[in-house]
């Protein structure tokens, strides 16, 4: 294993991470709900009665976030090369994968795993696996 | 009193998602990528988040109501059945090809990203798709069992 030194990130990534935790502890504490992104956007795609606006409010804090931290300091606009092809599989199965399996990586890897929850930890770890090993075949397999 | 903790918690996420490298799938795939160049960064993402959410995790369980006076969802299916299996590996697959997330995929259609678009627009098919074939869980909570 050769590590990546040129983009590693760890203060960034840890201060992200904090504020992802300080986040969903907010969400918890503030309103009982667990901060999964998959979970959040399926309830407005399947829509339950009454418990749609605050998933609308949320959705529309992270499409404010960008916005607003550009006050701050220059947000780094991202840069996303996969193919329309790939991007629509990409999508389709990461929308039916979080469905069926009732979470993805902030409602099963950080509020699951901090609830210390078998099932998330399960979870989890089987993601990560199937991520692994698709990155390993598309870019030291097939190419 | 909801929507404006649900507005915060949203401005939050998004900035914690920006500041750690998520919102970029190169980051993201770096990560994934353990036979190449390996960038663990994405780990501290996660330490980072559970270090914090450990703790507020901990407090929720021994409450019954939320601040704003709810009742506290806390999840409640306990089996890990085939669904859960089945889910997380699919979610994986499409995570290893694109390198996005539910969470970051929003945060760059705010970035106005159309690709991002592209991405969320197939996501929430797909989401419909898995509503429309019924598969679920044998037993669902009472509300938002799902994370």
């Given at each position: 294993m050769t590590l990546d030194w040129a983009h590693f990130t760890p203060w960034s990534s840890l201060g992200g991470g904090l504020l992802i935790g300080l986040a969903a502890s907010i969400l918890i504490l503030g309103a009982g709900r667990i901060m999964g992104a998959a979970g959040i956007v399926g309830?407005?795609?399947d829509p339950r009665p009454g418990d749609v606006g605050?998933?609308?409010w949320l959705i529309a804090g992270l499409l404010l976030a960008p916005t607003a931290l550009a006050l701050f300091s220059a947000a780094k606009a991202p840069l996303i090369e996969a193919s329309w092809p790939v991007l629509i599989i990409a999508g389709l199965l990461v929308g039916f994968g979080t469905r069926l399996g009732s979470g993805c990586t902030?409602?099963?890897g950080?509020?699951?795993?901090s609830r210390l929850s078998p099932r998330s930890i399960t979870a989890t770890g089987l993601f990560?696996?199937?991520g692994f090993a698709t990155v390993f075949l598309v870019r030291h397999v097939l190419s | 009193m909801r929507n404006i903790i649900a507005l915060a918690v949203g401005l939050i996420f998004g900035a914690g998602l920006c500041l750690s490298g998520?919102?970029?799938p190169a980051k993201v795939l770096g990560f994934l990528d353990l036979a190449g160049l390996w960038d663990p960064s994405l780990a501290f993402v996660m330490g980072g988040a559970i270090a914090v959410a450990l703790v507020a995790f901990g407090l929720a369980k021994r409450r019954r109501f939320a601040l704003d006076g709810e009742a506290m969802q806390m999840?409640?299916?306990r089996a890990i059945d085939p669904l859960l299996v089945a889910g997380s590996l699919i979610f994986g697959i499409g995570w290893g090809l694109a390198g996005i997330c539910p969470g970051p995929a929003i945060v760059d259609v705010g970035f106005l990203n159309s690709r991002a678009l592209v991405f969320v627009?197939?996501?929430a098919v797909g989401m419909l798709a898995q509503r429309l074939v019924g598969l679920r869980l044998p037993a669902p909570g009472p509300i938002g069992q799902d994370a």
């Open positions: 309830g407005v795609v605050w998933r609308l902030s409602g099963h950080v509020c699951g795993v990560m696996l199937t | 998520m919102t970029e999840p409640t299916a627009v197939a996501m």
